[in-house]
């Protein structure tokens, strides 16, 4: 939120304090001042090397240069139609001024004005923004003639003095401006842009900054001063200067009733009216306020409406009561009473809201109605029917409360996010729907003429709770480590307005009735400790020991393996990557080959999606990691993994979330290099080594691989329908199966730009997770290992695995280590056959005689040939 510091001066004395000591006692207290931006006063002056501390931009005027000026005629060019002269005093002396504002041309060639323009006058010399260029460029007045004309100053929009980018015509001062007082005096100021979270989102306006800042600096918070008498206004009733306190005699109540059909959606709403107004722009000093908050001034009423939310915090909304009146069949007769209602609204209705787009609403959107339809769309935004506009005399202010979730999903909805959605989203306590009311009428009636009618119409059906916190010294020193009296404490919350009594060292503190960030009990006590701490100064706490005993330390078991599992990953050259959990059934279906088989594939519907290829959550973790994988393989080597949840839908309930791990490898296994001409791209082998080196990383044993089913459901927990036929395996720990792996299947690998193969490996984590780890300690044995190498003759269809199975049992535990190391096939060993080569290792409890060895391999070779018809190879 933009603060203006000439705004902040209305409720607090900042003699004293730098616009940077401002920024660095709100930033420490939780107001984090993003940037400050200068508008006229004078910027810090640092010396070489020195770094601001807070983001700045802007520009400082200088006092000589930049002056109030009054122009007192508009004087026709007289070598061009488009431009004109200027009779302007400055305070000093009369200066010829030429320029080309649009916003003055029509007074050309009248004569003497009979009321003097005021005006923002440059000298020559003055620094100032060029207005004719893009962006904001520093420029010095030089002489120079223009058209025949010596033009040597100028007077100034406000794009050329850095208030805005408005460039179209000159500021137009307010009437009582001082001719010849420097521009930073009268007008300079700086806007600090504050970062509003949602636990300061009571601070959302000025006099919650003003607050928070009295609080820091110990100095008065003012109420609202009339800027005519500069008298504090009533803050009961909010009457200030002549206009506020002129009404009709006819109260609103008498004119408007209020129905309130769900109280928890809408806990209060009042409103109140304004009659015979005049719609014309409003003061200069308030657009300037409006524009350096970042908002545009509209009219004298709509202004006030903006002002009076930035100024107070409550959003406000003005109806013009001729058309409601309209509306239900009668014009003109105010005493007419008309009725507002706050409802839900039906699904398919509609509203043009009034930026000028119909919007179609569903029984999720609360409404303000009259008995002939919707008006507003609640705590969003206003409808277009009933807006102010030019021919608008009596005015019908709205402020109320909205529940700040409903809010937030409306808003949400319909991708209208306003400056009243932004506060109510975020939680605006019901007392300041009163409060903002009177505020906004009477700036009405101040810059309008208008006159306010007696009395408000105030439907309240729920008043929140304002928790009453006890808190001790004792409190204060265990959580905070400071030492405080009750006293003192009382003191420090009183600067925030809680309502404080001091009972037996104990302090009772009442939440001010502008705040719905106090709990209550526990959580209460821990709120207000921390306003506490803020007001006290977080720079002011000493650093402390803790001295409460720290809690028993439990390990969670579940996040420790599978950080271990990412360790060993990344050991094995994999690279960790982290994809969104939100797709699109289009993006998902992209992996699964068998056409249609996507459709078997429920999923978890978002109900309101941040984009429309966000819309679903994932079901596939391999789907994620090909997607990135594809935006990052081209030209080059790739293998990486991720570990994550997918999402499978329940009927009744919330959805399961098992963990996965996917694992993509696709490109050259080596990276070229002068020795390195052509690297064989990723192949099954690949991946089945990382894959064996990791279940070894999780000593896990039992491991055996099978080939993959062919066809599998697309439910199930692991399917390798995507995976290519033949070239796919299960992986198998004591008989269950944890994971699949293989090649992407050829019609899935045509739905994504790979170059070279991709090997893909998916694991259940949960089942991966529960098989036993084995954590047995073999020893070194004394005597000599034996080796040997045997080469047998096998049936093609024979697995490899099968016979490495039965040598291990009939070798039994002298049997240590068994390795394939060649596979041979060629006619003249016959056809059908293959030829394994097995590396094989003996070790015993004492030292083996060639004959022991030689038995074993007659015992092994002998089993071979009984189980699986194999023949010794000579």
């Known amino acids: 939120m933009k603060i203006p510091i000439s705004w902040l001066k209305d409720y607090i004395d900042l003699d004293g304090l730098s616009v940077e000591d401002i920024a660095r006692k709100l930033t420490l207290a939780g107001l984090e001042v993003d940037e400050i931006k200068y508008a006229g006063l004078p910027m810090p002056e640092y010396k070489d090397g020195e770094k601001h501390e807070f983001k700045t931009s802007g520009i400082g005027w200088d006092k000589e240069k930049l002056v109030v000026a009054e122009i007192r005629e508009v004087m026709p060019h007289p070598n061009a139609d488009r431009l004109t002269l200027l009779d302007l005093f400055d305070g000093t002396q009369n200066q010829t001024v030429l320029t080309g504002a649009p916003n003055i041309f029509h007074l050309k060639g009248t004569g003497k004005l009979a009321k003097p323009i005021k005006a923002a006058y440059a000298k020559e010399g003055s620094t100032i923004y060029d207005g004719h260029v893009d962006g904001l460029v520093l420029t010095t007045l030089k002489r120079a003639k223009i058209r025949g004309v010596e033009s040597y100053s100028m007077v100034c929009s406000e794009k050329e003095l850095g208030i805005s980018e408005e460039h179209e015509g000159i500021i137009l001062l307010d009437d009582d401006a001082p001719v010849g007082m420097p521009l930073t005096d009268y007008m300079g100021d700086a806007v600090l842009d504050i970062s509003i979270l949602p636990s300061m989102a009571r601070n959302a306006n000025v006099l919650g900054v003003a607050r928070e800042l009295a609080a820091l600096t110990g100095r008065e918070l003012r109420k609202h001063v009339n800027k005519e008498t500069g008298k504090q206004g009533d803050k009961e009733t909010g009457k200030q200067g002549k206009n506020a306190v002129r009404s009709t005699q006819k109260s609103v109540t008498d004119l408007v009733e209020i129905e309130i059909t769900v109280p928890e959606l809408n806990p209060r709403f009042v409103m109140g009216l304004i009659r015979d107004i005049e719609i014309k722009p409003s003061p200069y000093h308030i657009q ?34 001729d058309v409601l009146v309209g509306r239900v069949g009668q014009v003109g007769n105010l005493p007419y009473k008309i009725k507002i209602i706050t409802r839900a609204a039906q699904d398919g209705e509609k509203l043009t809201t009034l930026d000028g787009n119909e919007r179609t609403l569903t029984s999720a ?78 700036l009405m009636a101040e810059w309008s003429g208008g006159v306010i009618a007696p009395g408000l119409v ?57 705040r719905l960030d106090i709990g209550e009990g526990a959580v209460g006590l821990a709120d207000v400790l921390e306003e506490v701490a803020r007001v006290y100064g977080y720079d002011r706490i000493p650093e402390t020991r803790m001295s409460d005993s720290l809690p028993p330390q439990l390990g969670n078991p579940q996040h420790e393996w599978e950080e271990r599992t990412r360790d060993l990953l990344v050991a094995l050259g ?22 249609g088989s996507q459709t078997l594939r429920e999923h978890v519907v978002l109900a309101n999606p941040i984009a429309p290829e966000r819309s679903v959550m994932r079901r596939s973790l391999p789907a994620s990691l090909l997607e990135t994988a594809e935006k990052n393989a081209r030209g ?35 990276a070229s290099a002068w020795d390195v001409k052509d690297s064989p791209s990723y192949d099954f082998y690949d991946m089945k080594g990382r894959i064996e080196l990791l279940l070894s990383g999780l000593r896990l044993s039992g491991i055996s691989y099978a080939p993959a089913p062919a066809s599998s459901s697309p439910s199930a927990p692991l399917s390798a329908e995507y995976l290519h036929p033949g070239k796919a395996a299960e992986v198998k720990v004591n008989g269950q199966t944890v994971g699949v792996f293989g090649e992407l299947h050829p019609l899935a690998k045509e739905r994504y730009d790979f170059e070279t193969a991709v090997i893909v490996a998916e694991f259940d984590l949960d089942a991966l997770r529960n098989a036993a780890p084995t954590y047995g300690i073999t020893p070194v044995s004394e005597f000599p290992p034996v080796f040997e190498d045997i080469a047998v003759i096998v049936d093609e269809a024979v697995a490899a695995e099968r016979v490495e199975s039965l040598i291990r049992q009939t070798g039994g535990r002298t049997v240590t280590r068994v390795r394939l190391f060649d596979v041979y096939r060629d006619e003249k060993i016959g056809a059908g056959k293959k030829s394994l080569a097995y590396n094989l290792t003996y070790q015993s409890d004492k030292t083996m005689t060639d004959a022991e060895a030689a038995a074993i391999r007659t015992k092994i070779v002998k089993r071979l040939e009984h189980e699986v018809g194999a023949k010794l190879r000579s």
Request: hydrophobic content about 40%; some cysteine.
């Open 288 to 321: 300037r306020r409006l524009r350096l908050a970042g908002m545009r001034p509209i009219n004298n009423i709509v202004d006030a409406t903006n002002y009076a939310m930035l100024d107070v915090g409550e959003p406000l909304h003005a109806f013009d009561y």
């Open 365 to 442: 959107n609360v409404l303000v109605c009259d008995e002939k339809g919707s008006l507003a769309l609640a705590g969003v935004m206003g409808g277009l029917e009933s807006e102010v506009t030019d021919k608008t005399k009596t005015v019908l202010l709205e402020g109320a409360n909205w529940n700040s979730i409903n809010t937030r999903k409306t808003a949400g909805q319909h991708n209208l996010q306003s400056e009243a959605s932004f506060r109510f989203s975020r939680g605006v306590h019901p007392a300041l729907a009163e409060q903002g009311v009177k505020r906004g009428l009477q």
């Open 458 to 514: 105030d439907e309240y059906p729920l008043k929140p709770k304002d928790p009453m916190i006890a808190i001790t010294p004792k409190d204060v020193k265990r959580l905070l480590g400071i030492e405080l009296t009750a006293k003192q404490i009382a003191e420090l919350l009183t600067r925030l307005e809680f309502k404080c009594t001091v009972e037996k060292n104990i302090v009772k503190a009442k939440t001010p009735p502008h």
């Open 574 to 595: 994999l690279q960790e990557v982290v994809s969104y959990r939100m797709t699109s059934r289009e993006r998902e279906s992209r992996l699964f080959a068998p056409e």
């Open 636 to 670: 080059g080597s790739l293998a990486m993994f991720e570990i994550g949840p997918v999402f499978e839908p329940q009927q009744n309930g919330l959805p399961n979330e098992p963990r996965k791990l996917a694992i993509v490898m696709t490109g050259a296994r080596l």
